[in-house]
């Protein structure tokens, strides 16, 4: 990868995009036309012998015509307005997390929209649903997960419309899977049905109490139902049988609701889901959504890097068990939405090892909305790892040992979510849940057990039956297949691995480490001006600033200087987007994500005055209880473009320091 001459880096990106000046407008085009006309053919082909129901003659009605006329208008209309729309694709935008799109994923959509498959089922859907759960594999292989079926456990994993929804069904998953027990214990208590001892519990069910029930592993109560289930068909009718699985259902959390679930098993806290304090703001509202009361939501402190503090994990936990509260999964971020920051995914995985052991368990999520297609750097085009010092060669920094053990512990996680509308260059409406075991399906489906089926086929058609029927077993119900054969063509053309989609996802890594390295220049710029300061060395491809003018003292001071630059850089109501230089983004660190050497290291580093940095916000004007942040992501592949004349990072620091002197001045 560094061997490549970054003018050989340009040549083997340029078929990927519609380019900056759409450079690539002929290939679109053509492919866009030559595509439709082949949709123009399908649907000729499909009973040709029917007479056209549109006639030449109508086509030449006045309301014909004024129909066309009044399309036409508002099309335009809409274009006219589409004007003034955030330019993503160009490298001068550098604020969220979106730049231009690759081409195969972009056709591919705009393509199958004419085709409008819906896959909530295959009877919907044919083509484009068998696609989804190939994407699906792809992902989970890219992770490091099995996805061979005759192999336990095998993942499984499909398209959503974003990383929020992924979210939500990873929570939705888990309390499926971790309160079942609970509900079968009763039942099977209830009606003096006692199997004995249990080869998935190494125990009889009734040994349990609810809080060993609510803390057995995902892969145990996946055996346990299996197993419990067997049982009652071996020593019951199959009417019987059924009753009973039905009597389960009734008895679930779902069932219930979590009120007067928790009500009667007094013997458990209440249920909460660990996060970082740097999660993105779609967990709270998971535990909103799910009833689950966001405030049981507990927020774990970071580092000095931003990454999850395994240390303040270790006592969040110590506390659940003290307080008996089941702890429903531990969230880990790979790739935080604000500083692109790796949490340990390797701790988390250690940490519930060790509280496995002392009856604590708890399931680990990742939120890779951002950073999950990075994994794909990681990975050997036989799906292995690549070694770290391999990996080492291509790039200045990355990753740190910290990050590499992160992304090789991926495969330990129970599900990930992933945003191909994110670092997967598709089109908006694309996320992805994938889950390390797709027996946890069994607990989300509303159809009577099929074990007892006499006549039922293996394990293996019977996922694949399931799936078929997607809509049943995912959060979502209609949903656009056209989005799933964008991300199935792109990781088509470029495979999930180093050397395919792994390399453009590396530029972007490079990018920020050239804009990292950089940064000293612009800091010498800006000398007796103000004092640039990156406040958290970045992980990936995500970096903030903090600029302080030179002289001042004052916290509030500087956030209101910060967000007059921003103005500068932002989508703002009014503002002409074509006359911007460049687009920016801010977030702001408030005090309480900041351990006291954190925010006395920053403080200082700035030369700020220690009193200004408060924990509240008061009412006073040199205090402040957050730092105000730029926020670069540096996502377009095309931002250090230095051999065709035009480095896009160099010419942004240029204008970030010219700025700065024109507001100071
Ligand atoms: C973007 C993001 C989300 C939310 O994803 P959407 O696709 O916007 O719904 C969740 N978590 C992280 C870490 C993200 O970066």
């Known amino acids: ?81 589409l004007k003034n729309s955030v330019p ?14 690759l081409l195969p994923g972009l056709i591919a959509q705009l393509v199958t929209t004419l085709y409008n498959p819906n896959n909530v089922t295959d009877e919907a859907a ?129 069932a219930q609701g979590i009120a007067e679930f928790h009500a009667r098993h007094p013997g458990l806290g209440t249920p909460c889901v660990l ?75 250690a940490a519930r090892q060790r509280w496995r052991r002392q009856g604590l368990d708890f399931a680990i999520h990742v939120d890779a909305a951002w950073g999950g297609y990075l994994a794909s750097i990681f990975r050997d085009s036989d799906g292995t790892l690549v070694s770290h010092q391999d990996l080492r060669k291509g790039f200045r920094h990355f990753p740190s040992n910290q990050v590499y053990q992160a992304f090789a512990a991926l495969r330990h996680a129970d ?16 996320g992805a849940y994938i889950a390390r075991h797709r027996g946890m399906t069994d607990f989300i489906s509303q159809k009577a057990a099929y074990v007892f089926d006499a006549e039922s086929a293996s394990a293996d058609t019977e996922y694949e039956r399931r799936f078929r029927n997607l809509g049943q077993y995912i959060l979502e119900g ?44 612009l800091r010498e710029a800006l000398a007796g001006t103000a004092r640039v300061v990156v406040p958290f060395e970045p992980d990936t491809n995500l970096v903030c600033l903090a600029i302080n003018p030179e002289g001042n003292r004052s916290l509030a001071a500087m956030n209101r200087f910060g967000r007059r630059l921003y103005d500068q850089l932002s989508v703002s109501a009014g503002a002409d987007l074509r006359q911007r230089e460049f ?18 290291r920053l403080i200082a580093e700035l030369a700020l005055d220690p009193a200004s940095f408060v924990a509240e916000s008061e ?14 992501t540096l996502m377009n592949p095309w931002l250090s473009g230095q051999s065709r004349g035009m480095n896009y990072l160099d010419r942004y620091c240029r204008h970030l320091a010219e700025l700065i002197q024109r507001l100071l001045a």
């Open 1 to 81: 990868m560094k061997d490549k001459t970054p003018d050989q880096r340009l040549t083997w990106l340029s078929p990927f995009f519609l380019g900056t000046y759409a450079e690539n407008d002929d290939l679109l085009e053509k492919l866009v036309v030559e595509l439709m006309r082949d949709h123009v053919y399908w649907r000729r082909n499909i009973h040709p012998e029917d007479p056209p129901l549109i006639s030449e003659l109508d086509r030449h009605s006045p309301e014909y015509l004024e129909f066309v006329a009044e399309m036409k208008t508002q099309l335009h209309g809409l274009t006219a307005r």
């Open 275 to 349: 996060v970082p304090v740097t999660a993105h703001y779609s967990w709270e509202k998971a535990l909103k959504l799910l009833g689950l009361g966001s405030a049981n939501l507990v927020s774990i402190a970071v580092t000095e890097r931003m990454r999850m503090d395994a240390d303040a994990l270790e006592l969040a936990l110590e506390q659940a068990q003290a307080d008996r509260r089941p702890v429903l999964a531990v969230i880990g971020v790979l790739g935080t939405t604000e500083y692109g920051s790796i949490d340990p995914i390797d701790d988390l995985v």
């Open 126 to 254: 044919p083509v484009t649903l068998s696609l989804e759960l190939e994407v699906g594999r792809q992902l989970a292989t890219m992770f490091g997960y099995n996805v061979d079926p005759t192999v336990e456990p095998c993942a499984w994993g499909h398209i959503t419309s974003g990383g929020t929804l992924a979210n939500d069904e990873a929570l939705w998953y888990f309390r499926a899977v971790r309160y079942w027990p609970l509900a079968a214990a009763v039942v099977m208590a209830r009606r003096g049905r006692d199997p004995g001892r249990l080869k998935s519990l190494g125990a009889a069910l009734a040994d349990l109490d609810d809080w060993q029930l609510i803390n057995l592993s995902l892969d145990r109560v996946i055996a346990l139902r299996r197993e419990l289930l067997a049982w009652l068909g071996d020593h019951l009718d199959s009417a019987q049988a059924r009753k009973l699985a039905a009597e389960i259902e009734s008895q679930r959390v779902e």
């Open 619 to 632: 009412d006073d004007r040199h205090q402040a209880d957050s730092i105000f942040l730029l926020r670069h």
């Open 583 to 600: 687009f920016g983004s801010r977030t702001l660190v408030h005090r309480s994500a900041l351990t006291q050497a954190v925010a006395d």
């Open 88 to 101: 993503f694709f160009n490298p001068r935008y550098i604020g969220h997390m979106a730049s231009d799109l």
């Open 415 to 430: 599900s990930i979510t992933v945003d191909p509308h994110k670092l997967g260059f598709v089109p908006f409406g694309c």
């Open 478 to 521: 209609s949903k656009p297949g056209a989005a799933v054969a964008g991300v199935w063509v792109s990781h088509r053309v470029l495979p999930l691995d180093h050397r395919h989609f792994g390399r453009l996802c590396g530029e972007t890594i490079r990018n920020c480490e050239y804009f990292f390295d950089h940064i000293a220049e």
